[in-house]
């Protein structure tokens, strides 16, 4: 069974930066895709970045420019860099993995506060 399992949430004041992480552990060798979705209360979840094969890159308007996408060395890795970080950043942050084979995968969430 696949896993993905996010870390790095946390408080932080505006204008401060965060790093999520996501490892997906399991079976499937190499995914074709990894991102980050978001959901703040009361509003539907949305993409924030993903990264598919051959480093194609796709970002929220909402976000480019201050957030950085990575898949890191070790395969089945994503990151988020989060910089310059808005109240309107706070949401559930998820881990999302697309394998063509085996299908879309989703972590439990990482939650993201930004106030002072």
């Known amino acids: 069974q696949e896993q993905l399992v996010e870390s790095g949430g946390g408080l932080v004041q505006p204008g401060g930066s965060l790093r999520l992480s996501c490892a997906a552990s399991?079976?499937?060798?190499?995914?074709?895709?990894m991102g980050w979705y978001r959901q703040a209360p009361g509003k539907e979840r949305e993409l924030v970045a993903a990264e598919g094969s051959g480093s194609s890159i796709n970002y929220a308007n909402s976000v480019k420019g201050r957030f950085t996408i990575s898949r890191g060395n070790a395969k089945n890795m994503v990151y988020l860099q989060m910089n310059s970080l808005k109240p309107e950043d706070t949401a559930v942050y998820y881990c999302?993995?697309?394998?063509?084979?085996?299908?879309?995968?989703w972590g439990q969430g990482t939650q993201v506060t930004v106030s002072s």
């Open positions: 399991g079976s499937i060798f190499s995914f074709n895709r």
């Open positions: 999302n993995a697309f394998s063509n084979m085996y299908g879309t995968y």
